[in-house]
């Protein structure tokens, strides 16, 4: 019996022993560490996965960053663009310029049609001057009676005889002679003043006058609301010698100076100068 349990002792500490010295932790250290070793493949497998990830973010967000950058970029050169009016545009306030150049252009083609019936008007009434001055001086001591001289008068001046003798008489009753008096109204047509004023006042009574004032005065405004930013367009300069012109040849019919000698050089002067002007403003305005 007692050796039975010796040899079950025995028995025993042999397997202890051997499970002791047995090679099992290299069996557990070995699965430790491959353990390890797997754990470590796959923190590496996903620390790849992870840079590859990352990596791939970094080239999306890099991409994006390029994508950005070129669409700023697009953005960037497009912006002045828009800002900019483009050539085919219009440019800003170019609308109420060519509003304003069409008003200056109307001002001044208004200002020269005023001033060419001005001319016109005051052209007439020095032909009509020149005419009866004329006639006081070298036809009239033909006539001895006041009907002959009357009808040779209105022939030479064009103005109608009813006209003329009411002119005739206003003249004479504000110089203190008597109304409707043959002789005093022959007399009156003999001399050189009288024969002129008689034409003045036709034409003042017919209100010739006062349409050429008016017209001047017109013109005048016109020409003063032109601007010099429009020379180009209105050709203000030259607007301002034609109306100047104009206002002096007014004065002068309107109250003659000078001798008959004179007359004829004066009246051509005018003349010339206002057909000059009124040539070199017909390229700028219509008639």
Request: glycine share 6%; with cysteine; hydrophobic share 30%.
């Amino acid at each position: 019996m007692k050796r039975c349990l010796s040899v079950i002792l025995t028995i025993a500490l042999i397997f202890m022993f051997t499970a002791c010295t047995n090679p099992k932790g290299q069996q557990d250290g070995t699965t430790a560490s491959s353990e390890v070793s797997e754990a470590g493949s796959n923190e590496q497998a996903g620390g790849l996965v992870t840079n590859n990830d990352t990596n791939a973010k970094k080239s999306n967000a890099n991409n994006d960053n390029t994508n950005n950058v070129n669409a700023n970029n697009a953005a960037g050169q497009n912006t002045p663009a828009q800002n900019r009016p483009s050539s085919s545009r219009q440019q800003p306030g170019s609308s109420s310029n060519n509003k304003e150049k069409e008003r200056q252009l109307e001002a001044g083609n208004s200002a020269f049609l005023d001033i060419n019936q001005a001319a016109q008007a005051t052209g007439q009434i020095a032909d009509t001057i020149y005419q009866a001055w004329y006639f006081a001086i070298y036809e009239s001591k033909d006539y001895t009676d006041y009907s002959s001289l009357l009808t040779r008068y209105c022939r030479k001046t064009g103005l109608g005889s009813n006209d003329v003798t009411s002119a005739v008489d206003a003249l004479l009753s504000t110089m203190g002679y008597e109304p409707g008096n043959d002789l005093h109204r022959c007399a009156l047509l003999r001399t050189n003043s009288g024969a002129v004023d008689v034409v003045i006042s036709i034409y003042t009574a017919k209100g010739w006058f006062d349409s050429i004032g008016d017209s001047l005065e017109s013109a005048q405004e016109n020409i003063s609301s032109l601007s010099k930013d429009y020379d180009e367009y209105t050709d203000r300069e030259t607007l301002r010698l034609y109306y100047s012109e104009a206002w002096a040849y007014y004065n002068f019919v309107l109250s003659p100076t000078g001798s008959f000698s004179t007359l004829e050089n004066t009246i051509n002067t005018y003349e010339n100068n206002l057909r000059k002007y009124n040539n070199q403003l017909a390229f700028t305005y219509i008639f």
